[in-house]
């Protein structure tokens, strides 16, 4: 059984960051994307970011370039999400999960894996 574990949310006044965390105990993604999504209340789930975790390729949503970062430390096979800048609509509960290589990396429908969710709340 593949978990992850997720950590970092919190709330934060709009301009500050936070940097969520997701690991994989017990097992390696060394073959996987790891991404990142998002969804608020009434919203369908949302890709935020991934990262090709061998070779450290990067994607992200445009709403969120030049914002967050996304990350892997192999050592500690944990995956971040460093948020800067963050808005009041970042509000969401984020999720991290992992997906096979070859897949569409912003689809939800690739991930087979996913954390618990952490939730983020940014005030105006």
């Known amino acids: 059984q593949v978990q992850l574990v997720e950590s970092g949310g919190g709330s934060v006044q709009a301009g500050g960051s936070l940097r969520l965390s997701c690991a994989a105990p017990?097992?390696?993604?060394?073959?996987?994307?790891m991404g990142w999504f998002r969804q608020a209340p009434g919203q369908k789930r949302e890709f935020v970011a991934a990262i090709n975790w061998s070779i450290g390729s990067t994607y992200y949503v445009d709403s969120v370039k030049g914002r967050f970062t996304i990350s892997r430390d192999n050592a500690k096979k944990t995956v971040y999400l460093q948020m800067n800048s963050l808005k009041p609509e970042d509000t969401a509960v984020y999720y991290c999960?992992?997906?096979?290589?070859?897949?569409?990396?912003?689809?939800?429908?690739?991930?087979?894996?996913w954390g618990q969710g952490t939730q983020v709340t940014v005030s105006s």
């Open positions: 017990g097992r390696t993604f060394s073959s996987y994307v």
């Open positions: 999960a992992a997906a096979p290589y070859g897949r569409m990396w912003g689809s939800v429908r690739s991930y087979d894996y």
